[in-house]
């Protein structure tokens, strides 16, 4: 089953600024090997359901060594049968448009 999970992380109570904590997990998420897209609200995964939990999971480990208080927002799409969905979802999009579209 291809699992396409979409994942915002915000540590509360530090202040406006916080990209240097999003960045912990974005080292986490490029060193899965896992297929991603970095979104400005948010960031997606593929892969299968363990995997993809997995990586949330050490994302959300790591933040909550220095921070008290997270808030998560999460987005799941699992379908069985079909793979490169992260790229085929925008690919058949864009077919159907005839255009490119901004990503």
Do not use: H
Not at 15 to 25: I, N, R, T
Not at 72 to 80: E, F, G, H, L, M
């Amino acid at each position: 089953m291809s699992v396409l999970l979409e994942f915002s992380m915000t540590p509360i109570g530090e202040g406006e600024g916080v990209s240097s904590k999003v960045a912990g997990s974005l080292e986490i998420i490029a060193a899965s090997g896992l297929p991603y897209r970095l979104g400005p609200m948010g960031t997606t995964l593929e892969g299968d359901w363990d995997q993809v939990m997995s990586v949330m999971k050490d994302c959300y480990t790591k933040m909550s060594q220095s921070c008290g208080r997270i808030s998560c927002n999460v987005k799941i799409d699992a379908r069985q049968g079909v793979e490169e969905r992260l790229q085929g979802k925008t690919e058949k999009l864009e077919s159907l448009l005839g255009q490119k579209l901004n990503q």
